[in-house]
Nanobody, 125 residues
Framework: VQLVESGGGSVQPGGSLRLSCGAS????????VGWFRQAPGRDREFVAA????????SYRDSVKGRFTISRDNAKNAIFLQMNSLKSEDTAVYYC???????????????????WGQGTQVTVSF
């Protein structure tokens, strides 16, 4: 599976962005898909994930109520709607996919086999 992210950019605090993740080769069917982010000088961290079965979602605490992950199987795409953005959300955001990921592994980058190239999100005045 080849992943391609889009939708990043610059926005003021309180603004919104919608990130998209598409599969240029293959399909998301049967894969759990997650979003991770990495800010300069910091480790890559889990943001959100959506499981292949049942569409169960999971979020890191700091984005709950502000971010929403969704999938559109017909369009073979995953979305991350980000509202009420804060300066601390500034990072490169990565889409990742993996199969056979159990619930306890959902937030671990090592559980995901496929990664996109990342898209920059900058939140500032």
């Amino acid at each position: 599976v080849q992943l391609v992210e889009s939708g990043g950019g610059s926005v003021q605090p309180g603004g919104s962005l919608r990130l998209s993740c598409g599969a240029s080769e293959g399909t998301f069917s049967g894969y759990t898909v997650g979003w991770f982010r990495q800010a300069p000088g910091r480790d890559r961290e889990f943001v959100a994930a959506i499981r292949s079965r049942g569409g169960t979602t999971s979020y890191r605490d700091s984005v709950k109520g502000r971010f929403t992950i969704s999938r559109d199987n017909a369009k073979n795409a995953i979305f991350l709607q980000m509202n009420s953005l804060k300066s601390e959300d500034t990072a490169v955001y990565y889409c990742a996919a993996g199969s056979g990921i159990i619930l306890s592994e959902l937030t671990s980058a090592r559980a995901y086999a496929y990664w996109g190239q990342g898209t920059q999100v900058t939140v500032s005045f």
